[in-house]
């Protein structure tokens, strides 16, 4: 059996307030699943679900920044993607989540059980009001699935996406774009974020990429693609 790796003192002091923790699963994510997390530009959230784990040879966790431009972005990054690769967890640095059928560092182990996409977001400057803005991030989506469609099971696969559902980024319509792709809702979840101890969503863009936002009215899509 693999060496589960228990939490440092750090770990101890940044989760205590999450209660009971305990290794091998969370409510969506079991470690005997095949996962690939994108978009995970601090890898907090990695490290949350590889602690969690306990052992996490199971996990790919990427980001599309360098790891040399990630160290100016992010101040504790170090220390999560540390954890992350001490637990087993594979780390890829530059991965465009639009483009990943031809990268070798994601495409090596499809196909996935669960793909997942936190807070998706096209990084364009401007208010996520503006149209312009929204339009980016309809076709950061659209591309995405396009891209992770064929990476996953093409019977048990799922595509777990987190994003806001209040104004205006209802206005992303993503049900409609996953259709279009395939897919179907399974269940929608409020994302647990008491779950992951370590997990900091951060702006990552901007004049301060290491600021914080509001994890209000955020929801888990988890997808599958439709049956025949």
């Not at 060496?3 to 305990?22: I, W």
């Not at 994108?38 to 040879?57: C, E, I, K, P």
């Not at 160290?71 to 170090?78: P, R, W």
């Not at 019977?155 to 987190?162: F, K, N, Q, Y």
């Given at each position: 059996?693999?060496?589960?790796?228990?939490?440092?003192?750090?770990?101890?002091?940044?989760?205590?307030?999450?209660?009971?923790?305990?290794?091998?699963?969370?409510?969506?994510?079991?470690?005997?699943?095949?996962?690939?997390?994108?978009?995970?530009g601090n890898f907090s959230?990695?490290?949350?679900?590889?602690?969690?784990?306990?052992?996490?040879?199971?996990?790919?966790?990427?980001?599309?920044?360098?790891?040399?431009?990630?160290?100016?972005?992010?101040?504790?990054?170090?220390f999560h993607i540390v954890?992350?690769?001490?637990?087993?967890?594979?780390?890829?640095?530059?991965?465009?989540?639009?483009?990943?059928?031809?990268?070798?560092?994601?495409?090596?182990?499809?196909?996935?059980?669960?793909?997942?996409?936190?807070?998706?977001?096209?990084?364009?400057?401007?208010?996520?009001?503006?149209?312009?803005?929204?339009?980016?991030?309809?076709?950061?989506?659209?591309?995405?699935?396009?891209?992770?469609?064929?990476?996953?099971?093409?019977?048990?696969?799922?595509?777990?996406?987190?994003?806001?559902?209040?104004?205006?980024?209802?206005?992303?319509?993503?049900?409609?774009?996953?259709?279009?792709?395939?897919?179907?809702?399974?269940?929608?979840?409020?994302?647990?974020?008491?779950?992951?101890?370590?997990?900091?969503?951060?702006?990552?863009?901007?004049?301060?990429?290491?600021?914080?936002?509001?994890?209000?009215?955020?929801?888990?899509?988890?997808?599958?693609?439709?049956?025949?």
């Amino acid at each position: 059996m693999e060496e589960l790796f228990e939490l440092n003192e750090k770990e101890r002091l940044m989760g205590a307030a999450t209660g009971v923790y305990y290794h091998g699963r969370t409510s969506l994510y079991t470690r005997d699943k095949n996962i690939l997390i994108v978009g995970d530009g601090n890898f907090s959230f990695t490290h949350s679900l590889a602690a969690r784990f306990g052992v996490a040879t199971n996990i790919v966790a990427s980001t599309l920044q360098s790891q040399d431009l990630l160290k100016t972005m992010f101040k504790d990054v170090e220390f999560h993607i540390v954890q992350s690769i001490k637990r087993g967890v594979n780390i890829r640095f530059g991965v465009d989540v639009t483009k990943m059928r031809e990268n070798s560092d994601v495409n090596g182990r499809v196909p996935y059980d669960i793909i997942i996409f936190n807070r998706p977001h096209c990084g364009t400057h401007g208010a996520d009001s503006d149209p312009n803005v929204i339009r980016e991030n309809q076709l950061l989506l659209d591309d995405f699935f396009s891209s992770s469609c064929p990476m996953i099971h093409p019977v048990t696969g799922e595509i777990h996406v987190s994003i806001k559902t209040n104004w205006p980024y209802n206005l992303w319509n993503i049900e409609k774009i996953a259709r279009e792709h395939g897919l179907v809702v399974i269940k929608k979840v409020r994302f647990p974020l008491w779950e992951y101890p370590f997990y900091v969503n951060k702006k990552a863009s901007g004049d301060f990429p290491d600021n914080t936002f509001c994890n209000r009215c955020t929801v888990t899509y988890v997808f599958g693609m439709k049956k025949p």
